[in-house]
Nanobody, 119 residues
Framework: QVQLVESGGGLVKAGGSLTLSCAASGSNFRFNTMGWYRQAPGKQRDMVAAITTGGSTNYADSVKGRFTIARDNAKNTVYLQMDSLTPEDTAVYYC?????????????WGQGTQVTVSS
């Protein structure tokens, strides 16, 4: 059974930093793209950052230059370094991992970790 375990959320003042971690396990197949999404109250869940096994990254425009995603393939772990945080970054952050098998793609999600940025 695939599990994604997140850690690192919390409360921080505007301008501060947080680092999120997500460890994936339980797949018989390699985790392909891994990433982070976030969902603020009353809003949809949006992609924040994603990274492939080869290290190619993609960021939402709102976090470019402030957030950095990285991964350790040997540990199936993805990280999100968040700097210069603003109250608009307040949301529940979800880890996502994709597994591709033949022509099928499976999406797995973590339980979510709350990030709150005070002004």
């Amino acid at each position: 059974q695939v599990q994604l375990v997140e850690s690192g959320g919390g409360l921080v003042k505007a301008g501060g930093s947080l680092t999120l971690s997500c460890a994936a396990s339980g797949s018989n197949f390699r985790f392909n793209t891994m990433g982070w999404y976030r969902q603020a109250p009353g809003k949809q869940r949006d992609m924040v950052a994603a990274i492939t096994t080869g290290g190619s990254t993609n960021y939402a425009d709102s976090v470019k230059g402030r957030f950095t995603i990285a991964r350790d393939n040997a540990k199936n772990t993805v990280y999100l370094q968040m700097d210069s945080l603003t109250p608009e970054d307040t949301a529940v952050y979800y880890c996502n991992a994709k597994v591709v098998w033949a022509t099928l793609q499976f999406d797995y999600w973590g339980q979510g970790t709350q990030v709150t940025v005070s002004s």
